[in-house]
């Protein structure tokens, strides 16, 4: 399939680039640095170096012979993703292209007017190339698991038939999210369902859980084709921060009491999910939704997993508990559906004492380019 890549710079988006173009999709990836430039400018540059995506797709040629192309520009500027629309005609387009960080969004009126806007004119501009450019286009945008928030009933996938007054009707399942990040990810699922019952536009919302990992088949071809790793507090998401802190000696930080249950899933499975989403595309005038992650944690749940492998490896991992800087429950009912992409035909990789074991080996090497002035929370929800 032709498939146009937004946010192709990313953590998840320059693995799945690869990962699709290696099957033989003609993979077209398009990214303005936003992500790269956000983190330079809230001193929470990655774990590793990452070239960029010009030099990142002459690797990956040399490495496998599979080609990406790329396209330097912002999605947020309507002219820009039309005129790749015009060129590429993409059958299917997969949306990373968002500011992804809660704390990022909660620092101040300024990151939190760049997150609404970017994200927002990101996915109102791709319903309009669609819409003009490609009817037929499949669009699997990635939403996430935090739209729902943590209700005290069961969390469906997507939508809830409601019972009223002795009728009947199906919604989209109430939305709850905890951050204003999460929060345009509630407004951009409004968006598409607006679009598809009105004009019959094909997509697949994907709720997301955090994603954890970095070793993907075709990022093992050579270290410089490894995702951006983030272990800051602000672009690091909670797996890939206990294993650095694990490596660089720093206690785990959990934050508050640790109850806090999300439904989480490997870097791997997030590429597997996107190919079975794209290769089985919603129909004309559906908007399908699909819960997407593997099993479910407590952050204390996590903490004592890494703890456990970490120290049977050598490392001397502690774990302290520190005052929450965000405004989330920490002990929850927590129970959501996630059969969609299982039906489909999702191989889950679990976190294993064997995964985590391997996850630390391989930060291991960069331990030196650890900056733990970069782990303690810089950003609060006050
Ligand atoms: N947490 C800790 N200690 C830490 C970091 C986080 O206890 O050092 C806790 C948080 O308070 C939260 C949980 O771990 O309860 C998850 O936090 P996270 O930073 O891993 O994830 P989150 O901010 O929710 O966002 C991440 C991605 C986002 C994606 C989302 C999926 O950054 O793009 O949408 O995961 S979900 O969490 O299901 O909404």
């Keep these: 399939m032709r498939v146009l890549i937004m946010g192709g710079d990313g953590y998840l988006g320059w ?18 640095y936003l992500r790269r430039t956000l983190a330079q400018q809230t001193q929470s540059e990655a774990l590793m170096p990452n070239p960029n995506l010009h030099d990142r797709a002459a690797l990956f040629r040399s490495a496998s012979d599979a080609e990406i192309g790329v396209h330097i520009g912002d999605v947020a500027n309507y002219r820009t993703l039309e005129h790749i629309f015009q060129e590429f005609q993409p059958e299917a387009v997969v949306h990373y292209a968002e500011q992804p960080a809660a704390p990022y969004s909660m620092i101040g009126f300024e990151q939190a007017s760049l997150t609404l806007n970017n994200n927002l004119n990101a996915t109102l501009n791709l ?12 669009i699997v945008k990635l939403g996430t698991m935090g739209e729902y928030g943590t209700p005290n009933i069961d969390i469906e996938e ?18 709850a999210a905890g951050s204003l990040y999460h929060t345009t990810k509630v407004l951009d699922t409004d968006l598409l369902w607006f679009y598809v019952r009105t004009y019959g536009l094909r997509v697949t919302d994907l709720m997301q859980g955090p994603v954890y990992g ?10 410089r084709l490894l995702p951006n790793f983030h272990y800051d507090d602000i672009f690091g998401t909670v797996v890939n921060r206990f294993l650095v802190q694990a490596v660089a000696g720093v206690p785990l930080t959990v934050y508050g009491k640790g109850g806090q249950v999300r439904g989480y899933l490997n870097l791997r499975d997030t590429l597997q999910c996107v190919e079975l989403a794209m290769t089985h595309p919603a129909e004309k005038g559906q908007l399908r939704i699909l819960n997407q992650f593997t099993e479910t944690f407590s952050v204390n749940e996590l903490a004592e997993r890494v703890q456990r492998v970490g120290n049977e490896m050598g490392l001397d991992v502690q774990v302290q508990s520190i005052d929450n800087p ?11 559906v996630h059969s969609g992409l299982l039906d489909l035909g999702l191989q889950p990789t679990y976190m294993t004492d064997a995964i985590v074991a391997g996850m630390l080996e391989q930060i291991l090497p960069y331990k030196e380019r650890i900056d733990t002035k970069k782990i303690l929370p810089r950003v609060r929800w006050k």
């Design 214 to 223: 970095l070793s993907t088949d075709e990022s093992d071809l050579d270290g």
């Design 326 to 336: 965000r405004k989330e429950k920490e002990e929850h009912y927590y129970n959501p």
């Design 15 to 32: 693995p799945t680039a690869m990962a699709l173009a290696a099957k033989g999709h003609d993979v077209h990836v398009v990214d303005n």
């Design 158 to 175: 997507g939508w809830i038939e409601v019972e009223h007054k002795g009728r009947k009707e199906t919604f989209l399942y109430p939305r």
């Design 127 to 138: 319903i309009w190339a669609v819409l003009e450019h490609a009817p037929d286009c499949h």
